[in-house]
């Protein structure tokens, strides 16, 4: 017997969905339990399915080029599974010492894999991976780890530094910068009042990507953060400080995408909304 079809998706277990970046391929990648696949969405066959995790996949990521897929399972000592998207083969395998693992993050250079959980003291643990030699069959090494204090929900790299991130959580938004000494420092965003019973659910990258009259560092002004009280807060990436607050829903954000032109949400009241980014 050969496996067709899988029908279930659990959103609840596991919010990501990602579209595949193979050039050609007009795939959607999702979970189903402790079962990842790949669907063609114009004929609805499932293309691939990743197996080998023994509970419910809790998040994943796709890098860059879309060739690996990084997913983690939820439970005591999370087991993160690196894969090879187009065979679905697990190249490698890492256990978080963590007692729940909330995201995976690749950097754009698809060097590095971030993932955040709590550890057994409750509080937030961030592990940075090196994975760059795993497809030559090389272990992941971890190059930084930093506990901290604040609630973490979202995790991204910085597009243009690898040694840069931005992540959200309850009542706070924060930079992280990977040191040499393998620490990981944080800074605050000042938030005022803000803060004050805000979750701070997703976040994106303002990139539009450099030209020759244009370096990377114009091209990459502001970051967007969604709430659960359905307002967007716009952050300055140099000087990470608050430039504007915008009401655009009354539900949840629970996703937000960002280009050089327009500002996507996704919310609790199932609308999807557009909007260029001075709203």
């Known amino acids: 017997m050969e496996l067709k079809h899988i029908i279930g998706y659990q959103a609840e ?18 979970t189903s339990g402790g079962t990842m696949i790949a669907m063609d969405t114009e004929t609805n066959e499932q293309k691939r399915f990743f197996f080998g995790h023994s509970a419910p996949i809790c998040c994943f990521d796709l890098n860059e080029s879309g060739t690996l897929v990084a997913s983690a399972q939820e439970g005591k000592n999370s087991i993160i599974r690196i894969w090879d998207y187009l065979t679905a083969r697990c190249i490698t395998m890492v256990t978080m010492p963590v007692v729940s693992l909330k995201c995976l993050s690749f950097s754009h250079d698809g060097r590095y894999l971030a993932s955040v959980g709590k550890d057994s003291h409750n509080k ?28 973490i929900l979202a995790l991204k790299f910085s597009p243009i530094d690898v040694t840069k991130l931005a992540s ?85 954000i629970y996703s937000i995408s960002v280009n050089d032109a327009f500002c996507v949400t996704g919310s609790e009241d199932q609308f999807l909304r557009v909007w260029p980014l001075d709203f």
Not at 124 to 151: C, H, M, Y
Not at 219 to 235: D, P
Not at 239 to 247: G, I, Q, V
Request: aromatic share 10%.
């Open 13 to 30: 277990k596991c919010l990501n969905l990602k579209w595949s970046r193979q050039e050609g391929e007009n795939s959607v990648l999702f």
């Open 124 to 151: 937030e643990l961030i592990i940075i991976w090196d994975i760059s030699k795993v497809q030559r069959g090389e272990k992941p090494e971890i190059v930084a780890r930093q506990t901290s204090e604040f609630n």
């Open 168 to 252: 959200c959580g309850k009542e706070n938004i924060r930079f992280w910068r990977v040191k040499d000494t393998g620490n990981i420092r944080g800074s605050a965003v000042v938030l005022n009042h803000h803060a004050r019973n805000t979750v701070f659910t997703s976040l994106d990258f303002e990139y539009g990507f450099k030209s020759a009259d244009r370096d990377e560092n114009e091209a990459l002004k502001r970051v967007f953060v969604g709430s659960k009280h359905g307002m967007i807060f716009q952050v300055n990436y140099q000087s990470e400080s608050l430039e504007a607050t915008y009401k655009t829903n009354d539900a949840a």
